[in-house]
């Protein structure tokens, strides 16, 4: 049936109808918690409700929609890039709009002049700061002359100003902290997001949250996986080990630094499975209980017990969500 005509029989009319009269310039965002950011008649950035109502100006070179009451503003805008540090299992990504709470993030920074506004087009946290990183459930870091601070999500300050650096900053989302580290002693630890106090102190070369409550903590004399909430060692690892996120899984791999040693460790410390790098080449974190395993006979899938669940014969496998 053609567009525009109808069945002389159907007795259904569906009608178009304008939620609001096309008078705008341009939209910048869709509505997002019953906000829009538009250009009005006269070139104006600004904040409608759904009814077409003014709300506030929003002169920013950049807007991106509301998002649990905060949006993202920027001015002179540069591209930038997220920093992934440890996996897609453990370290995810965000996007302009919206926050994954299940995964746990790495920040870069770059050279952005972010601010966030409430609905009331207050500036909550200041794009003229030096930096404003990526907001968090929790709040944001904030740098400005040479110091740090995090603010909970009105801005309230409950950490610093202080001589960190969160550029690779790695993040146990789920238990609300963050690890930094002293710019003046080079040492990592980690800060409670809620309350600001230190809950890892300031003493090792390294602190990587890896999901399932655990941490990989290193002194450079000492090489621990550690519990997150309880701050008790569970296993000492090999200096040149690499341990891969466990991100929500119950197993991982811990790798030798001549990768040429592989060892399939439960989220208690147990060893379940070794392999030599004559067995196997190269592993992924594990996904749904598999992890993709490469071998010279190809590539293959591998459950948390070590046995082959697809043999080694594929040139790659993809995982799909």
Same mark, same amino acid.
């Given at each position: 049936?053609?567009?525009?005509?109808?069945?002389?029989?159907?007795?259904?009319?569906?009608?178009?109808?304008?939620?609001?009269?096309?008078?705008?310039?341009?939209?910048?965002?869709? $509505?997002?918690?019953? +906000?829009? $950011?538009?250009?009005?008649?006269?070139?104006?950035?600004?904040? +409608?409700?759904? =009814?077409?109502?003014?709300?506030?100006?929003?002169?920013?070179?950049?807007?991106?929609?509301?998002?649990? &009451?905060?949006?993202? *503003?920027?001015?002179?805008?540069?591209?930038?890039?997220?920093?992934?540090?440890?996996?897609?299992?453990?370290?995810?990504?965000?996007?302009?709009?919206?926050?994954?709470?299940?995964?746990?993030?790495?920040?870069?920074?770059?050279?952005?002049?972010?601010?966030?506004?409430?609905?009331? #087009?207050?500036? +909550?946290?200041?794009?003229?700061?030096?930096?404003?990183?990526?907001?968090?459930?929790?709040?944001?870091?904030?740098?400005?002359?040479?110091?740090?601070?995090?603010?909970?999500?009105?801005?309230?300050?409950? @950490?610093?100003?202080?001589?960190?650096?969160?550029?690779? /900053?790695?993040?146990?989302? =789920?238990? &609300?902290?963050?690890?930094?580290?002293?710019?003046?002693?080079?040492?990592?630890?980690?800060?409670?997001?809620?309350?600001?106090?230190?809950?890892?102190?300031?003493?090792? !070369?390294?602190?990587? @949250?890896?999901?399932?409550?655990?941490?990989?903590?290193?002194?450079?004399?000492?090489?621990?996986?550690?519990?997150?909430?309880? #701050?008790?060692? *569970?296993?000492?690892?090999?200096?040149?080990?690499?341990?891969?996120?466990?991100?929500?899984?119950?197993?991982?791999?811990? *790798? #030798?630094?001549?990768? =040429?040693? $592989? /060892?399939?460790?439960?989220?208690? &410390?147990?060893?379940?499975?070794?392999?030599?790098?004559?067995? +196997? =080449?190269?592993?992924?974190?594990?996904?749904?209980? @598999?992890?993709?395993?490469?071998? !010279?006979?190809? %590539? #293959?899938?591998? !459950?948390? %017990?070590?046995?082959?669940?697809?043999?080694?014969?594929?040139? /790659?496998?993809?995982?799909?969500?």
């Amino acid at each position: 049936m053609p567009i525009g005509k109808m069945d002389a029989g159907d007795s259904k009319i569906h009608r178009a109808m304008w939620l609001l009269p096309p008078r705008y310039k341009d939209a910048y965002t869709n $509505f997002y918690e019953g +906000i829009a $950011f538009v250009k009005d008649e006269d070139g104006h950035k600004i904040a +409608i409700n759904n =009814k077409g109502n003014f709300l506030f100006e929003a002169p920013y070179d950049a807007i991106y929609p509301f998002h649990n &009451g905060l949006a993202e *503003i920027r001015r002179n805008v540069h591209s930038f890039s997220w920093s992934s540090l440890a996996g897609a299992a453990v370290i995810g990504s965000l996007t302009n709009a919206h926050y994954d709470e299940d995964a746990d993030y790495g920040l870069s920074r770059k050279d952005i002049k972010r601010g966030y506004i409430n609905t009331q #087009g207050q500036e +909550i946290f200041d794009s003229r700061s030096d930096s404003v990183y990526p907001i968090t459930p929790y709040g944001t870091f904030i740098r400005d002359k040479g110091q740090i601070r995090f603010a909970d999500r009105s801005g309230k300050t409950i @950490f610093g100003p202080g001589p960190y650096d969160v550029d690779d /900053t790695t993040f146990a989302m =789920k238990e &609300g902290l963050a690890a930094l580290e002293n710019d003046q002693t080079d040492k990592r630890g980690a800060i409670s997001l809620v309350t600001g106090e230190t809950v890892i102190p300031f003493a090792y !070369d390294e602190v990587r @949250f890896l999901g399932s409550d655990r941490v990989e903590l290193d002194t450079g004399n000492t090489h621990v996986l550690a519990s997150v909430s309880t #701050g008790r060692a *569970i296993i000492s690892l090999l200096e040149d080990s690499d341990i891969l996120p466990f991100g929500n899984q119950s197993v991982t791999w811990v *790798i #030798g630094d001549d990768k =040429k040693d $592989f /060892t399939l460790l439960s989220v208690d &410390g147990q060893t379940l499975a070794h392999f030599t790098g004559n067995q +196997i =080449k190269e592993v992924t974190p594990f996904h749904h209980g @598999f992890s993709r395993v490469k071998t !010279d006979m190809g %590539t #293959g899938l591998m !459950d948390e %017990t070590g046995a082959w669940a697809l043999p080694p014969q594929y040139r /790659t496998i993809h995982f799909y969500s």
